[in-house]
């Protein structure tokens, strides 16, 4: 069945309520990408996430929407406390994927020449790849310290600074984790994982600050033009998917006993004042800090590498740090009052604006920093949270490119051409330790991320700052 | 053999579809299907064996415990699945023997995270048993 999407303006699109929709579809998109959107499924998902009980306002989709399994991946739904419901589906497996950037004091003609030494460093000094494992074994004390305490866990144990915590969403540690409501598998599965990139999409990512758009902001966020910086892209790991799994079996017969009608299974979905809810949202906190404690491990690690080359003194701080995998309790406006709601993005960054309480101080007049990889042959955005994505998104904007070639069709695309050397031409620097996951990763899978970004920045949803440009990759 | 499986494009994700004369069938190209994917091929030595038994919410939940167990064997502890004797109970429930190769971590080069629920299709048509699974990569 097509899905009809009306034109509101120059960016977003609407889809009208029909059906067993409780709210309409809210797109965001230009006309070239509205075309390209209705090509998959990924509308239809909007829609089916609209049917969802307790949904508020809309069924909002970022501009780098594609289909991906329940949600959307670029999908955005706040759920009403006492009508609604949380959906493992908004989350995803890799719960609290999500990117941290640093910025340095080195300037990138300092990096004199030694780009492919550094990108070296990098790929020894953080475990990546497929079932890649942590320098560091836990024990499993350690393990549940890491779940209830998440970033905080890493900086008490070494792996970092106190302003770490100070500077990344929900200061590294969500509340409401419960270890007890992890399996004994998930444990099994993230033991080990803790400090480690993961495979596919994630990397970590030498560049410089290629161009900057506003000023005041770059200023804030530490951000000058040439200056040095890493961006990490990485998970919660197997715990996190394995977290997922478990939850999924318990919420389909949860959507069965509370008479919850799926369009997809991958939907399924519990009242959130049911104990299925509470249960799964207590194993994802822990998912979500483990994430957390997995970034701060991997900063710290950064850290060592590039001090080995510069010393300390190229002072590596962090910028922020946002998740793109989550769903959590906020307060917004709803109809003129403020209310508390449960905010599921999934592929989808949090972007509050100027003022509010949960931006870090530091950036409070200016709104919190959204960090938006594109792919590792072009480019990356830093933007900041405005007001209107306050009043549109609850707060949320997009976070990444989004893919346009299936892997299969990246791989194919790939075969026969030296990627590496391809990338290394344009300076690019590539590590991993798989050649097929280059092969999928190829900068032309991807969509332009600067017309995602355009879309933001011209609805308002969220301010250019800054565009970073990859030197070094490492890839999972 | 009646039984095979073969790999779908899905834009973010993989697909499989699978094919047997049996509901077990369908399981073990399954199965195997996914080992191809991690491993991307190649004889598996089935040096070790172990049990699983699953309770599932329904056949099509069935299937997808079934394969996140030979997901998270291979990932997690090395185990690639070789071949398996299975037995169902009812709707819902499985028991098997999975024969494999142990300690082959390394042999792993693509990292599944799990078989899902979206789109999944399972069940009998013409006398051919038929289903189709969207995993997460």
């Known amino acids: ?476 | 053999m009646q039984r095979g499986h073969r790999q779908l494009d899905h834009t973010a994700d993989l697909a499989l579809e699978l094919w047997g004369e049996s509901e077990v069938d369908v399981l073990l190209a399954g199965a195997e299907g996914v080992v191809a994917i991690m491993t991307e091929g190649g004889e598996v030595e089935e040096r070790e064996h172990r049990r699983v038994r699953i309770e599932a919410v329904d056949r099509e939940d069935r299937l997808v415990q079934w394969l996140n167990e030979i997901v998270v064997a291979a990932v997690s502890e090395g185990f690639l699945f070789g071949s398996a004797e299975i037995a169902l109970d009812g709707a819902t429930g499985l028991s098997a023997t999975i024969r494999g190769e142990p300690r082959a971590g390394e042999r792993v080069v693509a990292e599944l995270k799990s078989a899902t629920y979206h789109e999944l299709e399972l069940g009998e048509v013409g006398g051919m048993w038929r289903a189709r699974v969207v995993i997460d990569v």
Not at chain 1, 212 to 236: C, N
Not at chain 1, 281 to 304: D, K, S
Not at chain 1, 322 to 346: F, L, P, S, Y
């Open chain 1, 1 to 476: 069945m097509s899905i009809e999407l009306e034109r509101i303006d120059e960016y977003r699109y609407r889809i009208a309520r029909r059906g067993g929709m409780r709210v309409p579809g809210l797109i965001y998109a230009s006309r070239a990408m509205a075309r390209d959107i209705a090509a998959d499924k990924s509308l239809q998902q909007v829609v089916n996430v609209a049917h969802l009980p307790g949904i508020i306002a809309h069924s909002i989709a970022m501009p780098d929407i594609h289909w991906g399994y329940g949600f959307p991946i670029g999908g955005v739904a706040a759920f009403d406390p006492d009508e609604g419901v949380l959906s493992p589906g908004g989350v995803g497996y890799d719960i609290n994927c999500g990117v941290r950037l640093l910025s340095s004091s080195l300037e990138r003609r300092e990096l004199h020449g030694q780009v492919a030494k550094l990108a070296t460093a990098l790929h020894r000094a953080i475990p990546s790849g497929v079932g890649s494992q942590s320098h560091r074994k836990l024990t499993a004390g350690e393990l549940k310290r890491v779940l209830t305490r998440g970033a905080r866990w890493a900086v008490s144990a070494g792996f970092g600074a106190e302003l770490d915590i100070e500077l990344a969403e929900e200061n590294g540690c969500i509340d409401g984790a419960d270890p007890a409501e992890v399996s004994e598998r998930a444990v099994e599965r993230g033991k080990p994982q803790l400090g480690s990139l993961g495979s596919g999409n994630h990397f970590c990512e030498l560049g410089y600050v290629a161009e900057i758009y506003d000023q005041e902001a770059a200023a804030a966020f530490g951000l000058a033009l040439d200056r040095v910086t890493v961006l990490l892209h990485s998970g919660s790991r197997g715990l996190g998917y394995q977290v997922c799994d478990d939850s999924l079996r318990s919420m389909l017969r949860a959507a069965d006993r509370y008479g919850i009608s799926l369009p997809d299974r991958q939907l399924a979905a519990a009242p959130l004042h049911s104990d299925e809810a509470r249960r799964y949202f207590a194993a994802m906190a822990c998912a979500i800090n483990f994430a957390f404690a997995n970034r701060q491990m991997m900063t710290h690690f950064v850290r060592e590498a590039v001090d080995e080359f510069f010393g300390a003194s190229c002072d590596l701080a962090l910028v922020y740090d946002v998740c793109h995998n989550i769903a959590k309790w906020e307060t917004h406006v709803v109809d003129g009052a403020a209310r508390r709601v449960c905010v599921h993005r999934k592929g989808a960054t949090r972007a509050f604006g100027p003022g509010h309480p949960d931006v870090p101080e530091r950036y409070r007049g200016i709104g919190q920093p959204v960090l938006v990889p594109g792919d590792m042959g072009r480019y990356s955005y830093v933007l900041c949270g405005t007001e209107r994505a306050m009043q549109e998104t609850f707060g949320s904007s997009c976070h990444g490119a989004g893919r346009r070639m299936s892997r299969a069709q990246a791989r194919k695309s790939a075969r026969g051409r030296p990627i590496f050397q391809e990338l290394a031409e344009k300076g690019i620097h590539v590590r991993s330790d798989s050649a097929g996951t280059v092969a999928e990763e190829i900068p032309e899978a991807y969509k332009d991320v600067a017309d995602v970004i355009e879309v933001m920045h011209g609805a308002g949803v969220a301010r250019k700052v800054a565009k970073l440009v990859p030197l070094a990759v490492v890839k999972g």
